[in-house]
């Protein structure tokens, strides 16, 4: 597990590489935790591309994530989900409880095909 963070704009991007499991899961939490609750980030975007894999403990980590953004304001996202963490998050259903984007461009602007989506069935666009 490789874990690295940059600052691009408003936002922190955490970038994880690896597997995500019971054994490294303290240092994805610490990292998530350490930026939103001691930095304070007013936008934390997980990049997601290069990890192969994703346990339980790990989603659960992402999810405390989500739940101190919230509890402090802050904007939580994932960006590049590969086929097997996607397939993760749907099956627990918490794909559609996460801000998800296809790539860090679309993260950066708080914008996904949804929205697209959403914006167009209100304009009544087909």
């Known amino acids: 597990m490789k874990i690295t963070t940059r600052h691009e704009g408003e936002a922190e991007i955490l970038e994880l590489s690896g597997d ?5 899961t303290p240092e994805v939490r610490k990292a998530i935790l ?4 001691e930095k304070r980030v007013p936008q934390l975007l997980v990049d ?5 894999y994703i346990d339980s403990s790990g989603v659960a980590s992402l ?8 509890d402090l304001n802050s ?4 960006y590049g989900l590969t086929k097997t963490t996607r397939e993760v998050l749907e099956l627990t259903r918490l794909v ?5 984007h296809e790539t860090e461009a679309e993260a950066l602007a708080g914008k996904s095909k949804g ?4 914006r167009e069935a209100g304009n009544g666009v087909k």
């Open 20 to 24: 995500i499991t019971l054994y490294n």
């Open 34 to 37: 350490g930026l939103l609750k």
């Open 48 to 52: 997601m591309r290069a990890v192969r």
């Open 63 to 70: 999810v405390e994530g989500l739940k101190a953004s919230r």
């Open 75 to 78: 904007r939580f996202a994932l």
């Open 96 to 100: 559609r409880v996460f801000e998800v």
């Open 115 to 118: 929205d697209d989506l959403a």
